[in-house]
Structure formats: structure tokens, C-alpha cells
């Protein structure tokens, strides 16, 4: 079992930035990759980012890409989304997602629904 606990959201204008963050505790943290998702009312979960166990292997949506930066520190069990310039579409709930790697060596880019544990999420708000 992974809990997962986003922290980090809030309101902000048009071009600033946030950063949030996702903090792990429960199982060795080095054996899930984590990802960021997002969602709007009456739309689809959207993966925004996903790193690798080790933070190496890093993906982004064409959305964010260039944009939105993620990372992680191990030693703290956390994983960590900068976004900068964002945009008014950027606003939804940020989930922060485990997915056990059985590989260490892979990479997943699967749906959402390959992903074994979620946080509760966090409200990001970009106004105009």
C-alpha cells in the first residue's frame, strides 16, 4: 500500500507559476514511477507528466510540454510538478499516481488505469 498526499495547488493569474507537490509514504517509494494527472468537470483525466523510479526517464503531454517541469527526491519520498506560464486551461485538480514497476529497466506510458495508487487531489486555478 502507497499514500499519496498533494499539496501545493491554489489561485493564481494567467503566466505566474505553482509548484505542487506529492508526498509517498507506506512501501519502498523507489518501486513505483509516479505520475501527474489532471481533470476538469466533464472531462477525461488527462496525464500531464510521469517520472521514472530513479528520475531519469521523464514524459510530458504536448500540452505542458516546455511548460511544466516534474521531478523527484527520493530521499524525501516526494515527487514535485513546477508549472510555469500556465494558462487559464490548465485549471482542474492535480492527482499525484503510483504505478508499480516490476521492471526497473521500463518505463510505463499507459492509461490512467495502470496506475495502483492516487492521492485525493489538489485545485489549481489559473485565472485571466
Known amino acids: 500500500q502507497v499514500q499519496l498526499v498533494e499539496s501545493g495547488g491554489g489561485s493564481v493569474q494567467a503566466g505566474g507559476s505553482l509548484r505542487l507537490s506529492c508526498a509517498a509514504s507506506?512501501?519502498?517509494?523507489?518501486?513505483?514511477?509516479i505520475g501527474w494527472f489532471r481533470q476538469t468537470p466533464g472531462m477525461e483525466r488527462e496525464q500531464v507528466a510521469s517520472?521514472?523510479?530513479?528520475?531519469?526517464?521523464?514524459d510530458y503531454a504536448n500540452s505542458v510540454r516546455g511548460r511544466f517541469t516534474i521531478s523527484r527526491d527520493n530521499a524525501k519520498n516526494t515527487v514535485y510538478l513546477q508549472m510555469n506560464s500556465l494558462k487559464p486551461e490548465d485549471t482542474g485538480v492535480y492527482y499525484c499516481?503510483?504505478?508499480?514497476?516490476?521492471?526497473?529497466?521500463?518505463?510505463?506510458?499507459?492509461?490512467?488505469?495502470?496506475?495502483?495508487?492516487w492521492g485525493q487531489g489538489t485545485q489549481v486555478t489559473v485565472s485571466s
Open positions: 499516481a503510483a504505478h508499480y514497476i516490476r521492471d526497473s529497466g521500463s518505463f510505463y506510458y499507459g492509461p490512467s488505469g495502470g496506475y495502483n495508487y
Open positions: 517520472v521514472s523510479w530513479s528520475g531519469t526517464t521523464t
Open positions: 507506506g512501501r519502498t517509494f523507489t518501486s513505483y514511477q
